[in-house]
């Protein structure tokens, strides 16, 4: 969506705007008499949204805007197009700025722009800012990838999910922001599609589940309101990957929560909304670009050849849940679709990278909750699809140091893999990482927590930290080992909070399995 034609103003623009740019930090910097600016008038505060950017290359970065001055309310943008200019700079200040452009904020598209620059400097931090008529956009931050054949350096990723809006504010931001990540990783339910509770910490918008996509538009905008996850997407890199709440509580497919509710018509529209307003929300590609209820999201990305980072979808080629644990080892179940499978199989063997991280919505390893004989599992995490599970596990022992990054349980849950949990004994094959909730479940009694949840660890060995604090996890790699830090807040029901390392973790390259430090 770059390149578009040029402007009356373009010319002058770029002669004149450089010194413009480096002079002024908070000035309205369109100049002055453009027919294009005047034949679009805008509302004050277009920019209400921010600023993001996402999926780092070597050689490139997505930029992100939305252009929606009365955000709650279908965005209140005239129903034009409107040309959005965008430049990035080597600094803060735009005194070396190396690509400037226009981008088209369409209607069809909520007025979002993604602009997908190319012919950057790997591993280089770049600022960069928006404008259009005549407002000025917050300067975002972010960085691109190493150079593919960089074996090296150190690659610190943030690792996010769940932000329930009504269950309390988004305070670990604001820590994450102080440790200031390379790139963010955000593995699911990064709005919540439920109906607005009086009785919330803060309410959702709206009066009732988003359906249509300006439902779906007037959510998302809410989130990005949250002004701790404004400034972390303005000031970092985010991957990002959609779980169940995007859509609706625990679909698979094309198949709702409710079928008996809503009709394959029905839901299939709904799909093509949810997946429309999160392309539109998101710092991703335009490869993203939904095609009615369906949306490209897995995909890979290298870090040189430190890391290469595996991001699944989990939602849109499963089976239906199962609903017994019979069900869960029937063999036919899929939680990847064959192609997914073959791709994420052909990234692993095939990988030059030291550490193959697997971004997950839902969690790897066994949650056995039945004290004693017997298993008993959640069916829509990869516990109800077992046999693809367990032949996922037995491929990573042939893998150097497979990681899992997973979201979906608003607990810590830090893991060995193993080639098969119903024996102890088997193989550890790789480690897990469940990055706990951003808010979602609020503030919990730990105590109450481990009274409830320690009695199953004696059915799960492969356990090494369980926690049910708000927060996020923070990974420094690096070619001998990855050191992770489970990062949590005080509370969420205030707009801010302290924060501290609860525990410190570390994986050895090549040797499988995760230890307390
Ligand atoms: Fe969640």
Redesign the pocket.
């Known amino acids: 969506m770059t390149g578009a034609a040029p402007q009356p103003d373009r010319r002058r623009l770029l002669t004149a705007g450089a010194a413009v740019l480096g002079a002024a930090a908070s000035a309205q910097l369109w100049l002055p008499g453009t027919a294009r600016a005047a034949a679009t008038p805008l509302p004050d505060g277009v920019f209400t949204l921010g600023v993001a950017s996402g999926d780092p290359l070597p050689d490139g970065v997505v930029l992100w805007t939305r252009l929606a001055p009365d955000p709650l309310n279908g965005g209140g943008m005239p129903d034009t197009t409107v040309p959005v200019e965008w430049e990035l700079a080597e600094d803060g200040r735009f005194g070396r700025t190396v690509r400037r452009g226009t981008a088209q904020a369409r209607p069809e598209f909520g007025h979002s722009v993604h602009v997908d620059v190319r012919g950057l400097r790997p591993d280089r931090r770049y600022w960069y800012r928006f404008r259009a008529g005549g407002q000025l956009s917050p300067t975002g931050r972010t960085r691109t990838a190493p150079h593919p054949h960089r074996r090296g350096g150190a690659l610190r990723v943030a690792l996010a999910?769940?932000q329930?809006w009504q269950h309390g504010y988004f305070t670990p931001y604001a820590d994450m922001l102080a440790q200031d990540p390379d790139v963010v990783l955000f593995v699911?339910?990064y709005i919540?599609e439920s109906t607005p509770s009086a009785t919330a910490v803060r309410r959702h918008e709206g009066i009732g589940e988003p359906y249509t996509l300006a439902e779906y538009r007037n959510r998302y905008a809410q989130y990005r309101t949250d002004p701790g996850l404004a400034a972390m997407h303005a000031n970092a890199p985010w991957v990002v990957t959609f779980?169940d709440?995007e859509v609706d509580n625990d679909y698979a497919g094309e198949v709702p929560q409710d079928p008996g509710k809503q009709s394959h018509d029905a839901f299939t529209a709904r799909l093509a909304a949810a997946y429309r307003a999160y392309y539109e929300h998101m710092p991703v590609r335009a490869t993203a670009v939904p095609d009615g209820p369906h949306i490209q999201m897995y995909r890979r990305l290298d870090f040189g050849r430190l890391a290469r980072l595996n991001v699944l979808d989990t939602r849109q080629f499963r089976s239906d849940q199962a609903t017994s644990p019979a069900g869960a080892e029937d063999p036919s179940l899929t939680m990847l679709g064959a192609a997914q499978k073959r791709w994420l199989l052909d990234g692993l063997h095939g990988s030059p990278a030291r550490w193959n991280l697997v971004a997950s919505q839902i969690m790897m390893a066994e949650t056995d909750l039945l004290p004693g004989d017997g298993k008993l599992w959640y069916y829509d995490a990869w516990d109800g699809y077992q046999a693809e599970r367990n032949a996922l596990l037995r491929e990573f022992a042939g893998v150097r140091n497979p990681v899992v990054l997973s979201?979906?349980r608003?607990l810590t849950m830090i893991s060995d893999l193993r080639e098969d949990f119903a024996d102890p004994g088997s193989a550890v094959v790789g480690a897990e990482f469940v990055g706990t909730?951003v808010s979602?479940n609020g503030d919990q009694d730990q105590a109450a927590f481990h009274a409830q949840w320690d009695p199953l660890k004696a059915d799960n060995p492969h356990w090494k930290v369980i926690d049910a604090h708000r927060g996020y996890h923070l990974f420094d790699i690096g070619r001998s080992h990855l050191d992770a830090q489970v990062r949590i807040v005080d509370t969420v029901l205030t707009p801010r909070s302290g924060a501290r390392t609860l525990a410190r973790l570390r994986v050895e390259s090549d040797e499988p399995g995760v230890r307390t430090v």
Do not use: A, M, T
Request: charged residues 25%; negative net charge.
């Open positions: 999910s769940c329930n699911g339910d919540y779980d709440h979201g979906d608003h909730s979602s």
